[in-house]
């Protein structure tokens, strides 16, 4: 990929934060809004505020795991940096919308790149009525909640909650519920991309429920509209032999 100028970011943990000065010392960097590409050191987590930061200046992340799982991140190395970066293969991912109508009326819209999920709030739970692409599907969900995962989410909470992997370029989207007590066999669904998924929260002052979009919570919803905007494109840059494909792939066969 070719770029001219680069950013280093890093997440405040202390394996991320020494890696941060020690690269900074060895390349030469700009600001994050005037770089190419950025290079983001630490997490999964870290990842996803590094995309959701840059998102409207559709800026490449390359990350470099200095945190935990590092699903989404290269191998750390402080070598050969640059030529990594020429090299990164590119994955574009567009994200889930959410908009969530609270019990007041009020709209709250967000973006979610790994999920959109609905969890009950008090210790009563959830009622769910599902509808796709105005069609309703299921008139009653009695849950801890449900969520609806992009590919690239698919690997993460959705996999908690027994959801399907999906390859990325699938074209497919997982509704997954999440401890489903009725009804008590059903296991989620693979939708379109194209799908429009509706929840409406049934009796929601009582069974009061709340949205999440990756790091946007909204309390007391009692509709939520998800679907993926196209018009929105992130982009991960992964070195050739680990790409996001194959990680997905090899994540289906671990035991």
Known sequence: MKFKTIAIVGANGDEAQVALASLKGRYETVSPDDADIVVALGGDGFMLES???????????????????????????????????ATAEPVGVHPLRMTATD??????????????????????AAKLGIEVDGVQRMEELICDGALVATPAGSTAYNVS???????IGAGLLALTPISAFRPRHWRGALLPETAMVTFEVNDPSVR??????????????????VCHDTSITVTLLFDPEHDLDERIVKEQFLP
């Open 51 to 85: 995309l959701h930061h840059h998102m409207q200046g559709a800026k490449p992340i390359y990350g470099m795991n200095r945190g935990s799982v590092g699903f989404l991140m290269n191998t750390f190395s402080e070598d050969g940096l640059l030529e990594r970066l």
């Open 103 to 124: 019990t007041a009326g009020n709209e709250h819209h967000a973006l979610a790149i790994n999920e959109v999920s609905l969890l009950r709030q008090t210790r009563l």
């Open 161 to 167: 909650a027994h959801g399907p992997i999906i390859p």
């Open 208 to 225: 009061s429920v709340s949205a999440t979009a990756d790091f946007t919570e909204v309390r007391d919803v009692a509709r939520v509209d």
